[in-house]
T-cell receptor
Framework: GNSVTQMEGPVTLSEEAFLTINCTYT??????LFWYVQYPGEGLQLLLK?????DKGSNKGFEATYRKETTSFHLEKGSVQVSDSAVYFC??????????????FGKGTHLIIQP | NAGVTQTPKFQVLKTGQSMTLQCAQD?????MSWYRQDPGMGLRLIHY???????DQGEVPNGYNVSRSTTEDFPLRLLSAAPSQTSVYFC???????????????FGPGTRLTVL
């Protein structure tokens, strides 16, 4: 079946540090890949997505590139802020012909940014 | 647009009680789903629906029922609550890209349920 593996943390960084959160996946074919963010007490918001190999998703200074050869979708940001403190989830939907099974999520990475 | 709305935000039940978690969306999305979020487990799919009158089980369906009588609403019913159902519940909706393929999901704010 499909699966997503990501570092669980907590990951603690100082403000303006460089961020990488690793995400690798197992799926047949070419799934769509997502990063969602959950701020304290809130629901999940889509941060960025990529739907085919070598696509780069970007939003709010965050980036992730769909790497088929390494089955990865690592999240990066060049300079984090205190406001980026949240839980980040990597997720996938099955490749074309699927999707009705919902999203497969990683377990989430709790990111803490200190001033 | 309000997006995906959920009620209540918080609920405390006693073991054996029943209740319904409400979910509604105003985006005319065909696809709706329920997830539960538990510490260290990520989100797990409970039930989903690809349109009015059509529902199916996800990864963890036991103890929960759903129905979809309209495009907008997708309630989740707990028939006899158990402490193992203490969790945060999220409803989500999505749109079709055609041919049964769905893409990004839009999430509600969640319902935090405690079963004593």
């Amino acid at each position: 079946g499909n699966s997503v593996t990501q570092m669980e943390g907590p990951v603690t960084l100082s403000e303006e540090a460089f961020l990488t959160i690793n995400c690798t996946y197992t799926a047949t074919g070419y799934p769509s890949l997502f990063w969602y963010v959950q701020y304290p007490g809130e629901g999940l918001q889509l941060l960025l997505k990529a739907t085919k190999a070598d696509d780069k998703g970007s939003n709010k200074g965050f980036e992730a590139t769909y790497r088929k050869e390494t089955t990865s979708f690592h999240l990066e940001k060049g300079s984090v802020q205190v406001s980026d403190s949240a839980v980040y989830f990597c997720a996938l939907t099955p490749p074309s012909g699927g999707g009705a099974d919902g999203l497969t999520f990683g377990k989430g990475t709790h990111l803490i940014i200190q001033p | 647009n309000a997006g995906v709305t959920q009620t209540p935000k918080f609920q405390v039940l006693k073991t054996g009680q029943s209740m319904t978690l409400q979910c509604a969306q105003d985006m005319n999305h065909e696809y709706m789903s329920w997830y539960r979020q538990d510490p260290g487990m990520g989100l797990r799919l409970i039930h989903y629906s690809v349109g009015a009158g059509i529902t199916d089980q996800g990864e963890v369906p036991n103890g929960y029922n759903v129905s979809r009588s309209t495009t907008e609403d997708f309630p989740l019913r707990l028939l006899s609550a158990a402490p193992s159902q203490t969790s945060v519940y999220f409803c989500a909706s999505s749109y079709s890209l055609g041919q049964g393929v769905y893409n990004e999901q839009f999430f509600g704010p969640g319902t935090r349920l405690t079963v004593l």
